[in-house]
């Protein structure tokens, strides 16, 4: 079976940083799209950043500069590196791997920043 953990949510501060993680099991993520959503209460699942295979980047507007998405294919994880955190941040964050004929979502990691 192919599954996705994410980790490293937690409570920071305004202005602070955190960097979660996503670890692929059952299948290489070499080959796929990796992406980072959030959830906020009573919002919608929204896009947050997306990484092809080939290290390409894009990122919602609202996180543009501060975030930053990377891939390490040799450990099966994929990275999103948060600065300068809002609370208009804190949301659960999932992933998400798009292998093509699979989609894998994890169970999410919870990141509160506080004011």
């Known amino acids: 079976q192919v599954h996705v953990v994410e980790s490293g949510g937690g409570l920071v501060q305004a202005g602070g940083s955190l960097r979660l993680s996503c670890a692929a099991s059952?299948?290489?993520?070499?080959?796929?799209?990796m992406r980072w959503f959030r959830q906020a209460p009573g919002n919608r699942r929204e896009l947050v950043t997306a990484i092809t295979s080939g290290g390409s980047t894009n990122y919602a507007d609202s996180v543009k500069g501060r975030f930053t998405i990377s891939r390490d294919n040799a450990k099966n994880t994929v990275y999103l590196q948060m600065n300068s955190l809002k609370p208009e941040d804190t949301a659960v964050y999932y992933c998400n791997a798009d292998y093509g004929n699979l989609e894998v979502w994890g169970q999410g990691t919870l990141v509160t920043v506080s004011s």
């Open positions: 059952g299948r290489t993520i070499s080959r796929s799209a």
